[in-house]
């Protein structure tokens, strides 16, 4: 990890979550987004792999966690994962989808396991990340789309996934880590409501507060599908969240 986190690629992932960070900040869901012609295509390889997952149903079987049907979408996905890719990058760079892929594929789940977790939605990140050094985005153009229309998108992916095959959280450390699943969407999310007149940190304990902008705010949604999902006292099922919630000044800026 010492090594890892003294690379290139490491630095260059951080810088990537960071300067998405930056251009998320204060914006929200609801406002104008440009969406060029490579984030339309980004988002039309999620829709087709939604529409994988209609084609791999839930089998019925007694088990809390981890539906066997996810070993048939996964196949799925990893099999059109280059196609997919391919469909995004121009023909000059059609060979870079050999690499892509893997990205692609490893960013739903492990089909051994039929888990999901952080490290999962790190590859999608590096999905993106990869497509940007490639010159197929600008992330100073599209950036803001990347987060609110591409990742968003994948994160609604990935939630039907949890609830279609129940995926077991991979790496979860119970209630003693931030989310069993994400974490990006609370980073980008915290940025997003940096400056808000009203939304405070404090404000995950709303009802209304959260039926209101979990649309617009992706750490809202987060909070928002957390309670969906679990059940009992916010504090017990999620005390790194309730601790963060209480963050002094109440300050996005510093929960960020």
Known sequence: MAAFKRSRSYKEFYGFVLKLSE??????????????????????VLERMDVMMSEAPPTAQPTRYGNKAFKTWYKLVEDASIDLSRSVVSE???????????????????STRIDYG?????????????????????????GLALVLRVFDR????????????????????????LDDYQFLPFVWGSAQLIGHPSI?????????????????????????????????????????????????????????
């Open 92 to 110: 000059e760079l059609k060979d870079s989808a050999a690499e892509l892929g893997p990205y692609l594929a490893g960013s739903i789940g492990n």
């Open 23 to 44: 251009i998320t900040k204060g914006k929200s869901k609801s406002d104008p987004i440009t969406t060029s012609e490579p984030i339309e295509k980004m988002l039309q």
């Open 154 to 177: 994948y994160l609604t992916l990935m939630r039907k996934a949890q609830k279609t095959y129940l995926l077991e959280p991979a790496g979860s450390h119970g209630v003693w880590g």
């Open 200 to 256: 405070k940190p404090k404000s995950i304990h709303d009802g209304e507060v959260l039926k209101q902008s979990s649309d617009d705010y992706l750490y809202l949604s987060c909070i928002s599908f957390t309670k969906e999902m679990k059940r009992g006292p916010f504090g017990e099922h999620s005390p790194y969240l309730n601790d963060v919630s209480f963050v002094p000044h109440q300050l996005w800026e510093k929960v960020c």
């Open 118 to 142: 952080t490290g999962h939605e790190a590859s999608f990140a590096t999905w993106m990340l990869c497509i940007c050094k490639l010159g197929v985005i600008d992330i100073e153009k599209d």
